[in-house]
């Protein structure tokens, strides 16, 4: 007969193997809840399967750590300079991966320690701010900022006419690039510009094209979220 109070006991004192189990399980399915909702919030174009595990699998590492600890301090020293014989070379780009890695973290170590209340009470919270951020348009700029690139024969250049064309569509343009192709017989226009309607961008090509000889022309817009 198992004891469910001794199961579900908590603090470091010495534990058993159903608690290990318990305490595993817990750690999986905690870090399986963080897993989702970064797929599911997940806005970026670089989204790979393998940080999606590792955020299932960091919370079942740590909870291995932290037992295997419990509360001896030579434990712990040991398997501190155990651990910085290893060196992590993997870079996080997006700092809000960086967080969920903590958060997948943090879990496991809360349960490790076995306070269990605090790690999925915990988990639940940070998965609901994460899902409010997610939905919510906090930190979102809708300025729809873009890059304007295009190329005129030197002797059809006529910068009034160019301004004529973008300034319609456009609440802010300037030129921040501009460059001789082919031996100086054709100069390379680069605008920076941020379009009054973010579906227009159709519209400000078409009109480009109407100036003659222009090629090359290309507009890279960005998201909401800043990235092309």
């Excluded at 651990?83 to 809360?110: H, I, K, Q």
Aim: with cysteine; charged share 15%; aromatic share 10%.
């Amino acid at each position: 007969m198992i004891d469910l109070q001794a199961l579900f006991s908590t603090g470091l004192s010495p534990v058993s193997a159903e608690q290990v189990a318990l305490a595993l399980l817990l750690a999986f399915v905690l870090g399986k809840v963080i897993a989702v909702v970064y797929e599911w919030t997940y806005e970026g174009l670089s989204f790979t399967r393998s940080f999606a595990q590792s955020l299932v699998l960091s919370p079942l590492v740590a909870t291995i750590l932290m037992l295997a600890i419990g509360d001896n301090l030579a434990r712990g020293l040991g398997i501190l300079g155990t651990m910085a014989l290893v060196r992590f070379r993997t870079n996080v780009r997006d700092v809000r991966d960086m967080v969920f890695v903590f958060a997948a973290l943090a879990t496991g170590v809360a349960v490790g320690v076995r306070a269990w209340p605090v790690a999925t009470v915990g988990c639940l919270a940070f998965c609901a701010a994460a899902f409010a951020l997610g939905w919510a348009p906090f930190g979102s700029r809708q300025h729809f900022d873009g890059v304007l690139r295009f190329w005129l024969p030197r002797e059809s250049v006529d910068a009034e006419r160019i301004k004529a064309l973008i300034e319609p569509h456009c609440r802010r343009f300037v030129l921040v690039a501009l460059r001789d192709l082919a031996q100086g017989e054709a100069l390379e226009y680069a605008y920076q510009v941020r379009l009054r309607d973010p579906h227009g961008q159709a519209r400000l090509v078409s009109d480009l094209e109407q100036l003659p000889g222009i090629g090359g022309l290309t507009l890279l817009l960005q998201d909401a979220q800043g990235q092309p």
